[in-house]
Each structure stands twice: as C-alpha cells, then as structure tokens.
C-alpha cells in the first residue's frame, strides 16, 4: 500500500535518493552496454556495413553524455524532498537517453544499407530528441538547486542553446559539411566541457 512521503522520516528520506540512483544506475548500465556492444562488432565486423564517421562521432558524442549524467546525478542528493513527479521526471530523462542511444545503433539495418543512409533518414528522431535533451538538462539542473545552476556561468546556458540550435538545424538540413561540422564542434565542445567541469559536482 503507497505511503505518503509526508510519514516518511528524514533519515528516510535522505535514502530515497540511493532508492532513484538504483533505477538511474540500471538505465545508464543498459545504454552504455548498447553502444559498447554495437562497437564491438564494428571493430569484428569491419565491412558488415559500411560506416559514417559522421554516425560514430554521434555515437561516441553519446557515450560522453551518459558518463557525465551519471556523474553528475550525484548532485541530486542534495534534494531535500521527493516525489513521484520528480522521480517520474529523472527516469524519463535517463530514459531519453537510452533512445538516444537505441537510435545511434539500430538493433538491425535493411540489407545493403549502410549507417550513412541509415542516420540521414533517421536524423529527424535523433536531432529532435538530442534537443529535447538539452532542454530538458536545463530543469534537471535547476532542480539540484539554483546555486549549482548558476555555478555554471552564462556559459552552460549558451552550451545548451546553442546544442539545440544545432540540432534543429540539423533536422532541417541534410548538407554534409554541416553535419561534418557539427558533429566535430559537438564531440570537442563536449571534451572541453567535460575536461573543465568533470569535479563540478
């Protein structure tokens, strides 16, 4: 039977976090397991499809994402109270990301196609849900407190609008030199950021 959080003690409540991180944990585990897997079997099957480096660089821009939402989710232990509309919250986010992920590395292809193709008919979902992301970074941050938020500077609001006005442009463009580009300038963007604010916990 629920018990509402209002009957929970504080001692109690300062574990409900550990009870979210197990889920985060879980979903963060089977995303990196996804990519890790379909790595794998570029580096067997090197000629099984034909690769993208515009697709890889996406993939491996993933794999930086889920690293640093993982690290950062620790912040959220500083949230004094819980409920199931901020749980709901978080686990749609980390769910996000593991379509994200499903996306990059589909479970089969059409025989005969390549990533390349594959990503140009598919960039729509990934660039509108990549965005979607970014946005949605912006209340999963704020939610660990507004200090941490604005710890970032003007910065971190920049890095995330800008993310998204590339994602939208990417949706509506097809051009090769953009998506080149774009996916150059996010994966080292992403580097950067992450060499710099890694113990911003």
Known sequence: ????THALDPASMET???HVRVLLGMVVGLSLTHLLRHFARIVERPRHRRLYWVHLLWAVFMFSYLLLFWWWEFRLSGVVRWSFNLYLFITLYALLLYLLCALVFPESLEEGRGYRDYFNDRRHWFFGLLALAFAVDFIDTWIKGPAYFHSFGGEYIFRNVAYI???LIAIATRNRFYHGGFAVAALLYQGSWIGRQWEAI
């Open 1 to 4: 039977m629920p018990v509402s």
């Open 165 to 167: 006005t590339g994602c």
């Open 16 to 18: 409900v976090y550990l």
